[in-house]
T-cell receptor
Framework: GDSVTQMEGPVTLSEEAFLTINCTYTATGYPSLFWYVQYPGEGLQLLLKATKADDKGSNKGFEATYRKETTSFHLEKGSVQVSDSAVYFCALSSNTGKLIFGQGTTLQVKP | DTAVSQTPKYLVTQMGNDKSIKCEQNLGHDTMYWYKQDSKKFLKIMFSYNNKELIINETVPNRFSPKSPDKAHLNLHINSLELGDSAVYFC?????????????FGEGSRLTVL
C-alpha cells in the first residue's frame, strides 16, 4: 500500500543553519505531496504542497520539490530560526482520499 | 472563528469508561476525518466521512464508533476505554474529492486513560 518514510529525528540545529528533512514515498498512481508542521500543543497546519512531478512547493522560506524519479519530497530551508522548532510531517494524498503521513521529524533550533 | 473545533481539549478518565469527543467545522467541507496521534507523534487515520457517509474505516477496534449527524459534525464515541487508547485525537476536514487539497486540522483532544 501507499506509504511515506521520513528521516528519524530529532534534528538539532543552531540558528541560521541549513535544514534538510528527507522524505520518500511509495504510491500507486500520481499522489499529491504535502509537508505539514505541528507546533507544540497545536494541531497540524499545511506548510507547502506539490501536486505533480517537478512542482516546487514553497512557504515561509521552506521549499520541497516533487521528484518522481527518486520518489522523494525533501524539505529544505536555507536558514532556520528558533521559531521553526516543531514536528514536521511529510504526507501523500492517495487516490482513495486518504492522507497518509510519515512518522514525523522533530526539529529543535537552538539560539 | 475557529475553522475546525474539537471538544474537549483534555480528557482524563478511568479504564472501562465510555467517552465522546466532538468535532465541528465551519468551512463548508464535505469530508471529515479522525486521526490518532500516539506518544511518538505517529499519525494514523481512523475514519473518514463524506456527507455523513462512512467512506474510510481503518482497522480500528469496534469500541470506537464515529457518528456524523450532518456534514459539519463528526463525533467519536469510545466504549470500554483501555490504557492503549491514551493518545491525541485529531479531527480534520477538506473539500470532497480534492486529493490535491489541504486538510484542515483541529487542535486535538488529548485523552488520558488511567
Amino acid at each position: 500500500g501507499d506509504s511515506v518514510t521520513q528521516m528519524e529525528g530529532p534534528v538539532t540545529l543552531s540558528e541560521e543553519a541549513f535544514l534538510t528533512i528527507n522524505c520518500t514515498y511509495t504510491a500507486t498512481g500520481y499522489p499529491s505531496l504535502f509537508w505539514y508542521v505541528q507546533y507544540p500543543g497545536e494541531g497540524l497546519q499545511l506548510l507547502l504542497k506539490a501536486t505533480k512531478a517537478d512542482d516546487k512547493g514553497s512557504n515561509k522560506g521552506f521549499e520541497a520539490t516533487y521528484r518522481k524519479e527518486t520518489t522523494s519530497f525533501h524539505l529544505e530551508k536555507g536558514s532556520v530560526q528558533v521559531s521553526d522548532s516543531a514536528v514536521y510531517f511529510c504526507a501523500l494524498s492517495s487516490n482513495t482520499g486518504k492522507l497518509i503521513f510519515g512518522q514525523g521529524t522533530t526539529l529543535q533550533v537552538k539560539p | 472563528d475557529t475553522a475546525v473545533s474539537q471538544t474537549p481539549k483534555y480528557l482524563v478518565t478511568q479504564m472501562g469508561n465510555d467517552k465522546s469527543i466532538k468535532c465541528e467545522q465551519n468551512l463548508g467541507h464535505d469530508t471529515m476525518y479522525w486521526y490518532k496521534q500516539d506518544s511518538k507523534k505517529f499519525l494514523k487515520i481512523m475514519f473518514s466521512y463524506n456527507n455523513k457517509e462512512l467512506i474510510i474505516n481503518e482497522t480500528v477496534p469496534n469500541r470506537f464508533s464515529p457518528k456524523s449527524p450532518d456534514k459539519a459534525h463528526l463525533n467519536l464515541h469510545i466504549n470500554s476505554l483501555e490504557l492503549g487508547d491514551s493518545a491525541v485525537y485529531f479531527c480534520a476536514s477538506r473539500i470532497a474529492g480534492a486529493n490535491t487539497g489541504e486538510l484542515f486540522f483541529g487542535e486535538g483532544s488529548r485523552l488520558t486513560v488511567l
